[in-house]
């Protein structure tokens, strides 16, 4: 039997519907279809900082985490509440073990986020895109759609749409 037969048989046996393990707060919302492993973290206290009188200080979080139809999220990941906006996995995205998705993150459609890679604030993704095991993307980067990160790459500036980048720092892959 080959690999797509067996995971359509298995579709058949365990139809679409959500299966949340993990407790959810409140300023969390999710879609339908969706898959969210035991010991995935809902931080409810972000990373953010601001030096007020020569003291730093905490920037509270009162925004929301958006979950769109079909994403999985699977144990040991982190997504971290916005500091005032929205926090948003878009629909189809798989996130793997040990991801952390930091405050204000913004994922497009149908992505692979594989393990223990790490998104910094306000980072965006664009559709598609595929993030290696152990990637590291800086905070507000943006990186387009249909983008191959490879892993353990230290992406440091934006990346354009239909590209391939790899390495530390992170430079295009010329074919």
């Known amino acids: 039997m080959s690999r797509l037969e067996f995971a359509k048989k298995q579709l058949e046996k365990y139809p679409e519907k959500s299966e949340i393990l993990t407790e959810l707060p409140a300023w969390v919302k999710v879609g339908k279809n969706v898959f969210i492993d035991k010991n995935v973290h809902f931080v ?35 997504i971290v509440r916005a500091t005032a906006d929205k926090t948003i996995i878009g629909a189809g995205t798989k996130i793997n073990f040990g991801v952390h998705v930091a405050h204000n993150v913004k994922i497009g459609k149908n992505c692979l986020i594989i393990a223990n890679s790490v998104i910094g604030g306000s980072a965006e993704i664009g559709d598609n895109c595929y993030i290696g ?30 590209e391939t980048w790899v390495g530390n720092p992170a430079k295009k892959l010329e074919k």
């Open 44 to 78: 409810s206290r972000g990373f953010g900082y601001i030096e007020i009188d020569g003291k730093l200080t905490h920037i509270p979080h009162s925004g929301e985490v958006i979950i769109e139809n079909d994403v999985e999220i699977t144990s040991g990941a982190n």
């Open 133 to 162: 095991i152990g990637a590291l993307i800086k905070n507000k980067v943006r990186i387009g759609n249909n983008v191959t990160v490879g892993m353990g790459a230290v992406v440091l500036k934006d990346i354009p749409d239909n």
